[in-house]
């Protein structure tokens, strides 16, 4: 795992810590990685989805109020190729829609 920071004296046991989106792809292409997952934060995600070819996007269905969102892509660069609806239930309090996205263009 490959954490992005900019505490310069962060260290987690078992990961690797970069201090820039460029650092952290380096890392990962020289541990032999041949598909990264950004799980956050907003930033990284802006800074990131740029470089995306694909998008494994979960929805929630609520009007609850949160402190990052992912950031608005452009829909005719992408095709879903997958996309399935959970209701809420035991363990999920609001249903939601799971999608995977595929880049079809660069502009």
């Known amino acids: ?3 992005i920071t900019h505490n310069h ?3 987690a046991n078992g990961c690797l810590i ?3 989106v460029e650092e952290a792809l380096s890392l990962a292409e020289g541990s032999g990685e041949s ?3 950004v799980i956050g934060g907003g930033e990284i995600f802006a ?3 740029g ?3 694909r998008v494994y ?3 929630v269905h609520s009007q609850e109020v949160a402190d990052t969102y992912f950031p608005d892509i452009d829909t005719n660069q992408w095709v879903e190729i997958e996309s399935i609806d959970y209701p809420a239930g035991d363990k999920d309090q609001f249903p939601h829609t799971y999608r ?3 880049r079809s263009s660069r502009s």
Do not use: C, K, N
């Open 1 to 3: 795992m490959i954490v």
């Open 9 to 11: 004296t962060y260290r």
């Open 18 to 20: 970069a201090h820039s």
């Open 35 to 37: 598909e990264v997952f």
């Open 47 to 49: 800074q990131t989805i």
């Open 51 to 53: 470089l995306a070819d």
């Open 57 to 59: 996007l979960t929805l």
């Open 100 to 102: 995977v996205l595929e």
